[in-house]
């Protein structure tokens, strides 16, 4: 059982699309109030202005356009760099019984490049109590190990039994980070509700699975308790101590 759940690139590009047009609504809001000014003047007053006035347009309608020109520039360039950390960052991975949920939170330019941090929790599937989906947020309620470090530090891999991860830096698979009983991620995905039922099922699967695992192991180990051998050897057979021949 594998699944990889990546976020929705065309709901990240809405938030930060809003978020750019909040910056640039200054330039905006100073362009309309000029061509508001301009027009009671000249067509409602038919009133010529004062060559200060001109001048102070000009200068307001000339910042503004340099001022909505740069914050474009910037926003348009820094959110495509969002943009593909939370693609490489931000997702959610349910493989065999662990689930890792990991979520992209800033990126700074040091060194003479970008380097990315998020969150990241590692949950065994049995764990999960309760999965909800409020809004934009998803909730898990669940015993987790939570790391808020650099992301080139907690590259991972996924035991091939599914039963355990093993990082990079083996120093952090038994050190580092802390214990949680609640982990809350902002819904970046296309359907929020339907992941939140999906892991929750995962979840019951896992469990019933686990169950069934136990109860065979005891099944097995009471008929190995109770079986006879058909000649009658003792139950535990010791064989002879081989002899040594020089």
């Not at 939570?146 to 355990?164: H, K, P």
């Not at 099944?219 to 535990?236: F, G, S, T, V």
Request: one cysteine or more.
């Amino acid at each position: 059982m594998k699944k990889m759940i990546r976020v929705n690139e065309k709901r990240l590009t809405a938030k930060y699309n809003r978020r750019m047009f909040l910056a640039a609504l200054p330039a905006v809001s100073v362009a309309v109030s000029l061509f508001v000014i301009v027009l009671v003047f000249v067509v409602r007053l038919k009133a010529e202005m004062p060559v200060e006035m001109y001048r102070t347009i000009f200068f307001a309608a000339y910042f503004s356009c340099a001022y909505g020109f740069v914050v474009c520039l910037i926003g348009s360039f820094t959110s495509g760099v969002l943009v593909r950390a939370h693609q490489e960052h931000t997702y959610i991975q349910i493989a065999g019984t662990m689930m890792i949920v990991s979520q992209h939170v800033r990126t700074i330019f040091t060194d003479r490049k970008w380097v990315h941090y998020k969150k990241m929790w590692v949950v065994k599937l049995a764990d999960v109590e309760k999965v909800e989906c409020i809004r934009n947020h998803l909730t898990i309620t669940a015993k987790a190990r939570y790391f808020n470090e650099n992301a080139a530090w907690l590259g991972y891999t996924v035991n091939e039994d599914g039963n355990g991860v093993s990082f990079d830096r083996c120093w952090y698979d038994s050190n580092g980070g802390k214990n949680v009983s609640v982990i809350e991620i902002t819904d970046f995905y296309t359907y929020g509700e339907r992941i939140a039922r999906h892991i929750d099922h995962c979840a019951r699967k896992t469990r019933d699975r686990e169950t069934r695992r136990q109860a065979y192991h005891k099944e097995m180990m009471e008929i190995a308790r109770n079986a006879r051998h058909p000649k009658k050897l003792p139950d535990r057979y010791q064989p002879e101590k081989r002899r040594r021949y020089r």
